[in-house]
């Protein structure tokens, strides 16, 4: 079974830091993605990465960078978190053209 | 440009009745349609998935759905609907012409199985 792991369930940090979101997956894929889930507002994707070292913006990138070092791993940097950026944070691989496997998620809240 | 509408933010049934969770979509090219579950704290599972071929698809846990083309429609049905099928349903496209595997997903549907 793909397993996707994100390194923190609950998160809580403070305005103006620096904040580092991990995500691990095992199967090989070749394309991560970062999403955020609000309610009333559905997922909607920050970046996704496509191969190791390339990365594309999504629908809300603002405020946002993503680094993927190595093709497991794929991370999403807060540059300094506001309070509008707390929510819940989805991490999901994929194979191409395959459904996309996700973490259980992270729920951060920014103070 | 891709987008997905999923009508209804609530739905409720009845045990044992069946239901019928609303999608419709819109892609440039031929769409890739998938159907996801989500349980509260949890991520996204995949229910099921149509690429090509009939256009009734079977999937996870007794759904299934119905790609109509003409109606640009994906519906997730179930005959018998259980308790345990309370979740949060999200549908997503996907242009066969874009590159990676990057979904539209819908805003999700509350669906609620009373006993």
């Known amino acids: 079974d793909v397993k996707v792991t994100q390194s923190s369930r609950y998160l809580v940090k403070r305005t103006g830091e620096k904040v580092f979101l991990e995500c691990v997956q095992d199967m090989d894929h070749e394309n991560m993605f970062w999403y955020r889930q609000d309610p009333g507002l559905g997922l909607r994707l920050i970046y996704f990465s496509y191969d190791v070292k390339m990365k594309e913006k999504g629908d809300i990138p603002e405020g946002y960078s993503v680094s993927r070092e190595k093709k497991e791993r794929f991370s999403l940097i807060l540059e300094s978190a506001s309070t509008n950026q707390t929510s819940m944070y989805l991490c999901a691989s994929a194979s191409f053209n395959q459904p996309q496997h996700f973490g259980d998620g992270t729920r951060l809240s920014i103070l | 440009a891709q987008s997905v509408a999923q009508p209804e933010d609530q739905v409720n049934v009845a045990e044992g009745n069946p239901l019928t969770v609303k999608c419709t979509y819109s892609?440039?090219?031929?769409?890739?349609l998938f159907w996801y579950v989500q349980y509260p704290n949890r991520g996204l599972q995949f229910l099921l998935k149509?690429?090509?071929?009939?256009?009734l698809v079977k999937g996870s846990y007794g759904f299934e759905a119905e790609f109509n083309k003409s109606q640009t429609s994906f519906h997730l049905k179930k005959p018998s609907a259980l308790v345990s099928d309370s979740a949060l349903y999200f549908c997503a496209v996907r242009d066969q012409r874009t590159n990676a595997g990057k979904s539209t997903f819908g805003d999700g549907t509350t669906l609620t199985v009373k006993p």
């Open positions: 149509y690429i090509t071929g009939d256009n």
């Open positions: 892609v440039s090219g031929n769409p890739y």
